[in-house]
């Protein structure tokens, strides 16, 4: 279960490679929890990545994230957020997105670098 759970992030997470918009990273994170639940040697793998085991090494190290990192996912979700306002309009469910995304940008921005 944890593998599948694993591969299920890993595909998301390469699609969040492809198409903007859509974080990798997070999704990687993911299924380096899930495997290392239950395949701890494809977890090394994803560590050892060269592009995304870096990040993945730095948060497994105390939850840090790095400057450019926290730049790039407030900016994506600013730009979410008008997205949404300019399509939805203003309202109750924008609000609230708006809320969340200022919430968890927050939250980011306090990790450690």
């Given at each position: 279960?944890?593998?599948?759970?694993?591969?299920a992030f890993v595909g998301l997470?390469?699609?969040?490679?492809?198409?903007?918009?859509?974080?990798?990273?997070?999704?990687?994170?993911?299924?380096?929890?899930?495997?290392?639940?239950?395949?701890?040697?494809?977890?090394?793998?994803?560590?050892?990545?060269?592009?995304?085991?870096?990040?993945?090494?730095?948060?497994?190290?105390?939850?840090?994230?790095?400057?450019?990192?926290?730049?790039?996912?407030?900016?994506?979700?600013?730009?979410?957020?008008?997205?949404?306002?300019?399509?939805?309009?203003?309202?109750?469910?924008?609000?609230?997105?708006?809320?969340?995304?200022?919430?968890?940008?927050?939250?980011?921005?306090?990790?450690?670098?």
């Open positions: 279960m944890w593998r599948v759970l694993g591969l997470g390469i699609l969040g490679a492809i198409l903007p918009l859509l974080p990798s990273v997070v999704f990687f994170l993911l299924a380096a929890w899930a495997f290392g639940k239950g395949a701890p040697a494809w977890r090394q793998r994803l560590l050892d990545h060269p592009r995304y085991g870096p990040p993945l090494r730095q948060w497994a190290d105390g939850g840090r994230v790095s400057r450019r990192a926290k730049r790039l996912a407030v900016s994506a979700m600013a730009a979410s957020f008008l997205l949404s306002l300019m399509t939805i309009g203003p309202g109750i469910p924008v609000a609230v997105v708006g809320v969340v995304l200022a919430v968890v940008g927050t939250w980011l921005w306090r990790r450690p670098e």
